[in-house]
């Protein structure tokens, strides 16, 4: 089965900070492309960051850029994100998805979820 599994999930205080893992399996890691959204209450999922082994890709929404970093180990098919000075505007619910060919910047682009990791920034 296609599965993706977020971990890394925390209370930090703001200009802190976290690494999130996204972990892969069911299918060949390089040739996918993983990327990570979050979702605040009562706001729209918005892509952060996504990263494409295959076609050589890297993005980052402007919000973040500049204080996240996504980076991969492909033995591991794992996918991090390093999150630094942290914000309380950063706290929401972080997901990590997956398809088969490049980075979308639409939820609907993606195939497959994982449950989510709370990340929670205390002012």
């Known amino acids: 089965e296609v599965q993706v599994v977020e971990s890394g999930g925390g209370l930090v205080q703001a200009g802190g900070s976290l690494r999130l893992s996204c972990a892969a399996s069911g299918f060949t890691f390089d040739d996918y492309a993983i990327a990570w959204f979050r979702q605040a209450p009562g706001k729209e999922r918005e892509l952060l960051s996504c990263?494409?082994?295959?076609?050589?890709?890297?993005y980052y929404t402007d919000s973040v850029k500049g204080r996240f970093t996504i980076s991969s180990n492909n033995a591991k098919n794992t996918v991090y994100l390093q999150m630094n000075s942290l914000k309380p505007e950063d706290t929401a619910l972080y997901y990590c998805?997956?398809?088969?060919?490049?980075?979308?910047?639409?939820?609907?682009?993606?195939?497959?979820w994982g449950q989510g990791t709370q990340v929670t920034v205390s002012s």
């Open positions: 998805a997956a398809n088969n060919y490049y980075c979308s910047g639409r939820v609907s682009g993606y195939d497959y």
């Open positions: 990263f494409s082994s295959s076609g050589g890709s890297t």
